[in-house]
């Protein structure tokens, strides 16, 4: 009997890529809950964070890492281009995610500018202005690889998709972000799309409203 397992936090853009991964490739999993924020963080990644993914013993972290797994060791649609240049744009989408989104867009932004307030703490609001300072750069990237079939020119779901989805998702919870992503008209068409599948509002963090 095969059996996965992901170390998640309720809360982690991450852990809900790595969710709506698991959804689209139809894995049945096990959720084990860990506060990477606590003091010790999560003890079984050298990092301290989430997610962490064991399937039948092979432990492996790393978000992309993660999806990419999921995608070659399990059946169901594939979520990897077979066309070199399509994958090639899938994995810079998801660098770029990694590299330049997170930090401004889910830390700064959506942390400063929704959650904060969200969980009745107190927002600062430099570290929102530095995210809303920083994003543009990135939307317009992301924005300018959009192509008319989507995210890809296959037109099919990818990892790059999912990657992102959920990151802008964090983004549009802030005011200041939704009225920013409206000026790139590519990336919100894209996100009006991605925003109805039932695998991205299933592996959705439950929040407070
Ligand atoms: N590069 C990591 C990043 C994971 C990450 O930053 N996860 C966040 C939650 S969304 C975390 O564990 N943060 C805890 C911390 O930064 O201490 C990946 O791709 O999995």
């Known amino acids: 009997m095969t059996e996965t397992e992901l170390h998640g936090y309720c809360y982690s853009v991450y852990t809900w890529i790595a969710r709506f991964a698991l959804f689209e490739k139809g894995v049945e999993y096990r959720l ?3 506060n990477p924020f606590s003091e010790t963080g999560h003890p079984a990644h050298p990092f301290g ?3 962490l993914l064991i399937h039948n013993g092979f432990q492996v972290y790393e978000t992309s890492a993660i999806t990419r797994f999921l995608d070659s060791a399990f059946p169901g649609p594939s979520l990897q281009p077979v ?3 399509e994958r090639a744009r899938s994995d810079q989408i998801i660098n770029i995610i990694d590299s330049y989104a997170y930090w401004p867009l889910v830390r700064q ?3 400063h500018g929704f ?3 969200a969980f009745g703490l ?5 570290e929102l202005a530095c995210g809303l300072d920083a994003s543009p750069k990135v939307l317009a990237a992301l924005n300018e690889l959009v192509t008319e079939q989507g995210l890809l020119k296959t037109g099919q779901l990818s990892l790059a ?3 992102l989805g959920p990151m802008i998702s964090y983004f549009e919870m802030a005011p200041e972000g939704a009225k920013l992503l409206r000026s790139y008209s590519k990336l919100s068409q894209w996100w009006e799309t991605i925003s109805k599948r039932p ?3 299933q592996s959705k963090p439950k929040l407070p409203r």
């Open 199 to 201: 695998g991205i509002e």
């Open 49 to 51: 964070k989430v997610p």
């Open 32 to 34: 084990i809950e860990v």
């Open 109 to 111: 932004v959506s942390s």
């Open 161 to 163: 998709d999912i990657h």
């Open 115 to 117: 959650f904060k307030k």
């Open 83 to 85: 066309d070199v240049q």
């Open 122 to 126: 107190e927002a600062d609001q430099s």
